[in-house]
């Protein structure tokens, strides 16, 4: 897996916040990286429907759909994300070896395993329920608590 995903949910999550078009300029302030990098994330947001773009001297991104419909799988499709892969395998399928030809192939299961179980669990999760982990009061160990990072109206810059 590579950032692009992080970019992305950050991207996502700040638009549906803001409800307004944003500029690639904007998001990269928020998000910490540069502009160049967040419109390369959002094209493929755009080819699923999730982004809108406008043009323009106020041109930008606007979330396009519903924060509760969209998980976080949705995002990693997009992207064509993979959590947990190997592009380097040990042994070679040239040798005689058992183990040697044969544990490229059980790896690249296992890891085919723990991506799919990845991703079953990003669909539980949506962009609205980011949005409430960062906005409103969470649940902890049966607890109410007040999430650390929680921004009151009062001290809310965004």
């Known amino acids: 897996m590579n950032s692009d995903f992080m970019v992305a949910v950050h991207a996502l999550v700040y638009l549906n916040h803001k409800a307004d078009t ?3 300029e904007a998001l990269a302030e928020n998000i910490c990286t540069n502009a160049a990098r967040v419109r390369k994330v959002m094209v493929p947001l ?5 982004v809108s773009t406008r ?4 041109g930008g991104y606007r979330f396009a759909v519903d924060a509760a419909e969209v998980s976080l ?11 947990v892969e190997s592009t380097w395998h040990s042994g070679s399928h040239d040798m005689d070896c058992l183990i040697a030809c044969g544990m490229a192939d059980v790896m690249d ?5 723990l991506n ?3 991703l079953e669990e990003l669909a539980r999760i ?11 009061p969470s649940v902890q160990d049966g607890d109410r608590a007040t999430h650390p ?8 810059t965004d």
Do not use: M, Q, Y
């Open 116 to 118: 799919k179980r990845c």
């Open 109 to 113: 299961g296992i890891f085919a395993d």
């Open 73 to 83: 799988r949705a995002v990693a499709d997009a992207l064509s994300t993979h959590f």
């Open 126 to 136: 949506s962009i609205a329920d980011i949005d409430a982990r960062i906005f409103e």
């Open 55 to 58: 043009e323009g001297s106020v």
């Open 22 to 24: 944003v500029s690639s």
């Open 149 to 156: 990072h929680s921004l009151t109206p009062s001290n809310s």
């Open 46 to 50: 755009k080819r699923a429907g999730l």
